[in-house]
């Protein structure tokens, strides 16, 4: 059973910091790559960052480029999510997911499993 368990949510001011956490408890696992999507009232999901397991590589939405970062760590099983200058615009539910089989970290039908989600609400 895949649980991803998101963390680290909150409210915020405008400008202010926040890191989520993403971590994957299954003892087993096989993933290319694990990655941050968020939902708006009223709108579609997008995608966020993600992340490729092995090599590293990231991949960012242009609307947080230089502003969120996306790490992993191994050993934890865990993905995290550095948000910083944080506007009104990113006020949403962020969901981390994971994916089992190489394709396209940016697209949201490529993922597997994902986690329950965790409200961010920036204030401004």
């Known amino acids: 059973q895949v649980q991803l368990v998101e963390s680290g949510g909150g409210l915020v001011q405008a400008g202010g910091s926040l890191r989520l956490s993403c971590a994957d408890s299954?003892?087993?696992?096989?993933?290319?790559?694990m990655g941050w999507f968020r939902q708006a009232p009223g709108k579609e999901r997008e995608f966020v960052a993600a992340?490729?397991?092995?090599?590293?590589?990231?991949y960012y939405a242009d609307s947080v480029k230089g502003r969120f970062t996306i790490s992993r760590d191994n050993a934890k099983n865990t993905v995290y999510l550095q948000m910083n200058s944080l506007n009104p615009e990113d006020t949403a539910v962020y969901y981390c997911?994971?994916?089992?089989?190489?394709?396209?970290?940016?697209?949201?039908?490529?993922?597997?499993?994902w986690g329950q989600g965790t409200q961010v609400t920036v204030s401004s």
């Open positions: 997911a994971t994916e089992t089989t190489v394709g396209d970290l940016r697209r949201e039908g490529e993922y597997d499993y």
């Open positions: 299954r003892r087993t696992f096989v993933k290319y790559g």
């Open positions: 992340i490729s397991w092995y090599s590293g590589y990231t």
